[in-house]
């Protein structure tokens, strides 16, 4: 069986609402799980939010509200800018989750079992907004190395892992397999970190200090370190424990994409563990570089932090996307200014790929009689054939490296390539000429150039590439597979279909300046954005199910496990209706139930779908067909 290509990005503290950092390593893994999926392969992309900890608490005690509220506001923000962003992600953890909280409790039972996990009271300096102790020696000026902040002296008893037990396994595994640690620099900070004596792992809070996060499962009196709370995710997200058969097809990771900020405890702290619990290590770490505006570091208390949401309203998604993945280069830092956004989408987005779209299909219209002309090939012809044929296995290639700018900029140099191959050729001249065979050998050539461009191009401008396409009737979904480029996909004779522009030209000041007009921070509305398309409804399997049996969980009195059938099939359900309905009220009673929603595991019970109900303050009432009708019955 093919293994799943498997790819994450961190998870996002939601303590605040994202920026541009956020941005791009979200938009940097949709690219490759685009691209990947695009090269035939099963894809798996990871993304969520970690909810637990002092820095939520903190930020939910700021802001008047409990931390679950806290989280669940905050988490809609994230979703909301992933769904500006078209963002396609498979699956969206939040560290609250019960699936997620099972396994972590899981694993830290195993590993105090094993004699991994032990009891020591522990001196060391403590910084809160980085969630972690450190030495004496550590400090910068009496201060956190990290992140400049005033650290606190903590005397306490907590537990600890055993991390230096693993130390040297560790550091035979980076040797033995150069590409787990990406870019190669990041590699040797690792290594030498590692070459110095390894502590072991203080991986709990007491609870009186910081009781936001998950109970130890052997004392209830300590959280979980939030770390490998969080870092859990990566396997609890895919199955590990409760569906081992999906975590199997999995894991390991392919990619787990992280900031150069997070690489020890990605690097370090993360392989420790999965090398106590017994399970393969992911195949690559990658640590790309920051954002800076423009001097330096972006900071709320400088003021220039970049909000993706302005530019994504002003000037669509795809330029943004476009902007990130082509400025940074692998592992380095970049520089986000509005001059150089604006000159990259002018020069390359509006100049190169917008006007080759729109002068092709002017071309198509004025010379063509808006059909696909007939191929007749020249030399000219053939010499373009040539150079766009071998751009798909190039661009294969450096995306695999992790190489996306060089990528990007291999097609851009087709587009612009294409440009001059129509300057040369001259159409228009062809035309007055009447050299009607030419004409169409060089349109056809020049469509075909244009549909391997906007295919390539997919991954990074998702949206845009779709018009251009639909420019020629082509349906991304079914033909945007690498495979399917082969020259020779464009029908002669099919009509095309013009669209809409696909790049306005972003105006600018005398200065240079950009009027970003109305728009602020305000920009993010969590409800708002959140619309479901028509499409995205009909993915919902509504129907109706009977309830066969009702049986009470132990340890929680509002929920009931059911058992229903729907037509044919038995499932079973865990619903928190237990305050409201009696068992005997339920048998036999005919419910609705969204049949094809991700199995979960609450309380500790599989629940393979969700039941339909209105609620009103306290109140609940189940929804129930109007007349009778079978079970299995579909809604719609
Ligand atoms: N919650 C942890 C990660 C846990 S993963 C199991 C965390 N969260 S974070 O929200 O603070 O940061 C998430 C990511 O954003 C990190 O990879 C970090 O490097 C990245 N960025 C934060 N600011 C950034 C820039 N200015 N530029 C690029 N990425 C930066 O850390």
């Known amino acids: 069986m093919k293994k799943v290509f498997y790819i994450t990005t961190p998870l996002y503290y939601v303590n605040d609402i994202p920026h541009i950092g956020h941005a791009y390593t979200t938009v940097l893994s949709d690219v490759i799980a685009r691209y990947h999926r695009a090269f035939g392969e099963e894809v798996f992309f990871l993304t969520g939010t970690d909810e637990h900890g002092e820095k939520i608490a903190s930020s939910a005690r700021e802001s008047g509200s409990s931390p679950i509220k806290h ?31 099972l396994v972590v409790k899981e694993i830290l039972k195993k590993l105090y079992e094993k004699g991994d996990i032990y009891k020591s009271t522990y001196t060391g300096w403590y910084c809160t907004p980085c969630e972690r102790f450190w030495t004496n020696k550590d400090l910068i000026e009496g201060r956190c190395p990290s992140c400049n902040k005033t650290v606190y002296k903590i005397k306490e008893s907590n537990y600890f892992f055993k991390m230096s037990r693993y130390q040297e396994r560790l550091l035979k595994h980076i040797k033995e397999n150069p590409g787990f640690i990406k870019p190669e620099f990041r590699k040797n900070e690792i290594t030498e970190f590692l070459k110095k004596p390894l502590n072991d792992l203080c991986i709990s809070r007491p609870k009186s200090r910081l009781s936001w996060g998950i109970p130890l499962p052997f004392d209830e009196d300590y959280t979980c370190y939030v770390w490998m709370d969080a870092l859990t995710n990566y396997i609890s997200a895919p199955g590990y424990i409760y569906n081992n058969k999906k975590f199997n097809e999995i894991w ?235 020259w020779g996909g464009l029908t002669s004779g099919t009509e095309i279909n013009p669209q809409e522009m696909l790049f306005p030209r972003i105006k600018t000041h005398l200065d240079g300046r950009i009027d970003f007009g109305e728009l602020s921070r305000a920009a993010i509305r969590p409800y708002s954005v959140v619309k479901v398309s028509f499409d995205d409804f009909k993915k919902l399997d509504i129907k109706i199910a009977e309830i066969k049996e009702v049986i009470n969980i132990k340890g929680a009195n509002k929920l009931l496990k059911l058992k229903i059938v729907i037509g044919k099939e038995e499932r079973q359900i865990v619903a928190g209706i237990g305050a409201y309905y009696s068992p005997r009220e339920l048998i036999g009673k005919k419910i609705v139930v969204l049949t094809n929603l991700e199995p979960r595991i609450v309380k500790g019970e599989l629940s393979e779908g969700m039941l339909l ?9 189940l929804l129930t067909p109007d007349k009778d009708i079978s079970s299995g019955s579909i809604i719609s």
């Open 71 to 101: 989280c669940n506001k905050y988490v809609l923000k994230f979703k909301a800018l992933w769904k500006k962003l078209n963002i396609e992600y498979d699956d969206f953890i939040r560290t609250t989750e019960e699936r997620h909280e």
């Open 252 to 486: 390991p990771a392919d990619y787990h994409f992280i900031g150069k900020d997070i690489l020890t405890t990605h690097c370090v702290y993360w392989p420790s563990w999965l090398m106590a619990i017994g399970i393969e290590l992911p195949r690559t770490i990658f640590a790309h570089g920051w954002w800076m505006s423009g001097e330096g570091k972006m900071s709320k208390s400088k003021g220039n932090v970049i909000d993706p949401i302005i530019y994504i309203e002003k000037f669509g998604e795809d330029a943004f996307r476009y902007f990130l993945m082509r400025e940074m280069s692998l592992g380095q830092d970049a520089t986000f200014s509005h001059n150089i956004f604006v000159n990259r989408i002018n020069s390359e987005l509006v100049n190169d790929y917008g006007n080759l779209v729109s002068r092709t299909v002017k071309m198509i219209k004025d010379f063509s009689g808006g059909k696909i002309p007939c191929e007749h090939t020249n030399q000219k012809t053939n010499q373009l054939r040539k150079e766009v044929i071998k751009v798909p296995r190039i661009v294969k290639e450096l995306v695999k490296e992790m190489r996306l700018n060089e990528a990007i900029e291999e097609v851009m140099s087709l587009v612009r390539r294409t440009n001059r191959f129509i300057e040369e050729t001259a159409p228009w001249k062809l035309n007055k000429e009447n050299k009607k065979k030419e004409l169409e050998g060089v349109l056809y050539a020049v469509s075909e150039a244009l549909r391997f461009v906007s295919i390539l191009l997919h991954p990074i401008i998702p949206n845009k590439s779709t018009i251009a396409l639909k420019n020629f009737n082509i349906d991304i979904k079914k033909r945007g597979s690498f495979n399917s480029l082969d």
């Open 613 to 621: 109900a209105a609620t009103e303050g306290d109140k609940i009432v």
